[in-house]
């Protein structure tokens, strides 16, 4: 006999349990963290808290991430607010300073066309797609070059207007700031926005 052939048996005859109940609550089996024997119906409590913590600590995380992503959306909507308020030639400034001082972004750069290209050599994708990462080595030093300051996160944001291609870098001195798995959803939108704004220079 093998543990297979139990595991098979057990599973075929699911009424196994109630027809021998009394008997398997005589069955002790180790304690998984103290060693001291308990009954196997007090090991399935265990497991059954123990995937309860397991849940409870997986929906707080998404609490937390679904605050965040309220937050997030709460100052996006002030900054369109205070974008739609300013005069019309100095509403691409109001929103780039909305995003240094309203998301505490320390470097937001719109590209005119030049240095940032080589700043994003090591990003292939970053004309067609916005996206995030951290950054290192020589990248990170053309970014020092172009910045002033340094940037150990970047995200880009690809902009296609009537006069050409644009691209908005927003980086921070923090390599955990912008991580390459975070979502592009607010990108996309500050995107929008200054395209929006850009195509209404012509």
Known sequence: MTPESVLQYLRNNPDFFEAHAAAIAQITIPHPEHGRAISINERQLLSLRERCRNLEAQLSDWLDVGHANDD????????????????QAERIEVLLAGLRDDFGIPWVYLSSG???????????DAATSPGCGAVYGP???RLMALAGQPIASLAWVPIETTHGQRVLLLGSGDAARFPADAGPQYLQR????LKALLDGDA
Do not use: C, N, S
């Open 114 to 124: 030049g240095a940032e290209h080589d700043a994003l050599a090591d990003q292939p």
């Open 72 to 87: 997030r959306g709460d100052r996006m909507h002030r900054l369109v607010v205070k974008v739609l308020a300013a005069p």
């Open 190 to 193: 500050v995107g929008e926005m």
């Open 139 to 141: 990248q990170a030093e």
